[in-house]
């Protein structure tokens, strides 16, 4: 899976929650392919963004399944080690006891044959359980890939699931696919954004642009609810610059830019 285009550490958005005023909010994460959060307009990206940490992915990483095989490839246990050490006990006692004139007991005959299977359990061999099964994948841009997977239980994935390419579990239906349309249903509440200025600010947003994607700077947002500080570009570390107040900035050990 290729890097996320916009991330936010734990700790920075920790320490900008806790000093805003007011509730804290939850953060929350938006699972994006990249060609439909391209084809987002400016304004809705930075409205999804007021709200969530959008996490952009290639869609090669994702696939549908549409056949699966499986071969049973588990061994059964073996007690070959204590049978045999049983039997050699046995017959141990039997010789010495026929050579030196002793007479036979049955007791004695069952104590060595239990000693000897004691001895020999150290080569059994416990049961192996293993599970190999082949997924052939349609991928967004329908090309078919096949991935193989070798697990200890017999539970595979059924035609239809969306499935991570590099791990092989099973994601969000929506990454199989995904429109731009289907990132305005789930984060917007709509197909098409509506034409007014957001009203309501997110509890932390950090961006890091590329060469496509620029930083978005959230606009307009309700006086009542705006800080009163004067806004900077902050650069956090390895971070692109976000845009936050002076105090948060020094918070934050930023720099300003």
């Known amino acids: 899976m290729r890097p996320i285009i916009i991330t936010a550490t734990a700790g920075m958005l920790a320490l900008m929650a806790a000093s805003s005023v007011g509730a804290q909010p939850q953060i929350k994460e938006a699972n994006v392919l990249r060609p439909a ?3 987002l307009s400016e304004k809705e990206r ?3 963004q007021l709200e969530y940490v959008v996490i952009v992915s290639e869609p090669r990483d994702f696939g549908l399944i549409v056949d699966t095989q499986g071969v049973d490839q588990s061994t059964p246990g073996s007690n070959i080690g204590s049978e045999v050490g049983a039997t050699v006990a046995s017959v141990a006692y039997l010789d010495n006891t026929i050579r030196n004139g002793n007479r036979y007991s049955p007791a004695k005959d069952l104590a060595f044959s239990v000693l000897g299977a004691v001895i020999g359990s150290a080569a059994n061999k416990p049961a192996v359980s293993q599970y190999q099964f082949r997924y052939a ?3 967004n841009d329908g090309e078919i890939v096949t991935r193989d997977i070798v697990q200890s239980n017999p539970f595979r ?3 239809g699931m969306c499935l991570s390419l590099s791990s092989l579990v099973q994601v969000s239906q929506s990454l199989c696919g995904q ?3 289907d990132i305005r249903k789930k984060y917007l509440g709509s197909t098409v954004v509506e034409q007014h200025q957001v009203t309501k600010p997110g509890a932390a947003i950090i961006e890091a642009g590329s060469a496509a994607h620029q930083p978005i700077e959230p606009s307009a947002i309700d006086g009542s609810q705006q800080s009163t500080q004067e806004n900077v570009k902050c650069k956090l570390k390895n971070q692109y610059p976000v845009l936050i107040s002076r105090e948060k900035c020094q918070m934050l050990e930023g720099v300003e830019q």
């Open 46 to 48: 930075g409205t999804i």
């Open 137 to 139: 994948l349609r991928l």
């Open 179 to 181: 429109t731009a349309d």
């Open 157 to 159: 994935y059924s035609v």
């Open 37 to 39: 959060w391209d084809a």
